[in-house]
């Protein structure tokens, strides 16, 4: 997965979700814009076709859809997500994602 390190992590002011974060041919891009003891914001770029294996996080996660589409299984239930669709990723639970076409996703991970 490639990560924009040259961008700043926080932003500041007002900014353009579908332009945080680009599409790069055969992988996943990801941008965090808020980090913070209590969870992160992070912007995600998926090509066609890419994904994320099938994991378990410790805390909260909400998936908000910016643009394409996606399928996200959690324990073993599988949803198909379009731009402003939202999907809440459980503790504990494994979960994996698959990009039926591109698609930009926003990531709240709650920590506390």
Known sequence: MAHDRSAP??????????????????????????????GTVTVFAFDQGEGLSEHTAAFDALVIMIEGEAEISVAGAMHHLSAGHILRLPPGQPHALRALERFKMLLVMIRE
């Open 9 to 38: 992590k926080d932003i500041e002011g007002a900014a353009s979700l579908t332009e945080l974060v680009q599409y790069q041919a055969g992988a996943v891009v990801s941008r965090t814009i808020l980090k913070k003891l209590a």
